[in-house]
């Protein structure tokens, strides 16, 4: 069940079944209150942790250890560097535990695409889009400037915007988008 391609398994309903249900809950308590409670997460991360233990072995849980560090890997250095929040990355991990490394990668790109979608129409909604798009621009000329030797690491931080400077919107709306997104997308991929 927790196979290397696409190809060798069916859409498991459980699992997606736990992500769409967790990643809807998130949604919802997110956009109300700003936060990804840990009641969620972790329930959510120690049952697919469990799920992939119980019905692959010490393969399925290496699977979904795997998926848990890359999926949430983003979004731990958006909450240390950038004021991201926390309950994004617990979720973002859980998510990968159940869904396993393929379809958890998968989901990870279809969520940063709904997440800059978001950001967009949040930014514009607000009247911040000019805003934003400047902060984007600082942030890329921050990233690339080491690259083209026109400065170092240390001038990065001066250029980019401090989480107090930047746009906060409930980002589990974007989670739960790429969550449907990634599933709707499944048969269509060549893999």
Same mark, same amino acid.
């Given at each position: 069940?927790?196979?290397?391609?696409?190809?060798?398994?069916?859409?498991?309903?459980?699992?997606?079944?736990?992500?769409?249900?967790?990643?809807?809950?998130?949604?919802?308590?997110?956009?109300?209150?700003?936060?990804?409670?840990?009641?969620?997460?972790g329930?959510? +991360?120690?049952?697919? $942790?469990?799920?992939? /233990? @119980?019905? #692959?072995?010490a393969?399925? *849980?290496?699977?979904? %250890? &795997?998926?848990?560090?890359?999926?949430?890997?983003?979004y731990?250095?958006?909450?240390?560097?950038?004021?991201g929040?926390?309950?994004?990355?617990?979720?973002?991990?859980?998510?990968?535990?159940?869904l396993?490394l393929?379809?958890?990668?998968?989901?990870?790109?279809?969520?940063c695409?709904?997440?800059?979608?978001?950001?967009?129409?949040?930014?514009?909604?607000?009247?911040? +889009?000019?805003?934003? $798009?400047?902060?984007? /621009? @600082?942030? #890329?000329?921050?990233?690339? *400037?080491?690259?083209? %030797? &026109?400065?170092?690491?240390?001038?990065?931080?001066?250029?980019?915007?401090?989480?107090?400077?930047?746009?906060?919107?409930?980002?589990?709306?974007?989670?739960?988008?790429?969550?449907?997104?990634?599933?709707?997308?499944?048969?269509?991929?060549?893999?």
């Amino acid at each position: 069940m927790w196979a290397t391609t696409l190809h060798d398994q069916a859409v498991p309903a459980l699992q997606w079944g736990a992500v769409i249900s967790g990643s809807l809950v998130a949604a919802a308590l997110d956009a109300r209150s700003r936060r990804i409670p840990n009641w969620l997460t972790g329930g959510l +991360l120690a049952a697919g $942790l469990l799920n992939a /233990g @119980l019905t #692959a072995g010490a393969v399925g *849980l290496a699977d979904a %250890g &795997a998926a848990m560090f890359v999926l949430a890997l983003p979004y731990v250095i958006l909450f240390a560097c950038a004021g991201g929040g926390a309950g994004d990355a617990k979720l973002m991990g859980a998510i990968g535990a159940w869904l396993g490394l393929v379809q958890g990668t998968l989901v990870l790109c279809t969520v940063c695409l709904a997440g800059i979608v978001l950001a967009l129409v949040w930014a514009a909604a607000g009247r911040r +889009l000019s805003q934003v $798009l400047s902060h984007v /621009g @600082l942030v #890329a000329r921050g990233a690339a *400037l080491p690259f083209f %030797g &026109a400065g170092s690491l240390r001038d990065v931080p001066s250029l980019i915007p401090t989480p107090e400077e930047c746009q906060k919107m409930p980002y589990g709306l974007a989670i739960c988008s790429g969550v449907l997104i990634g599933l709707a997308a499944l048969p269509f991929l060549p893999l």
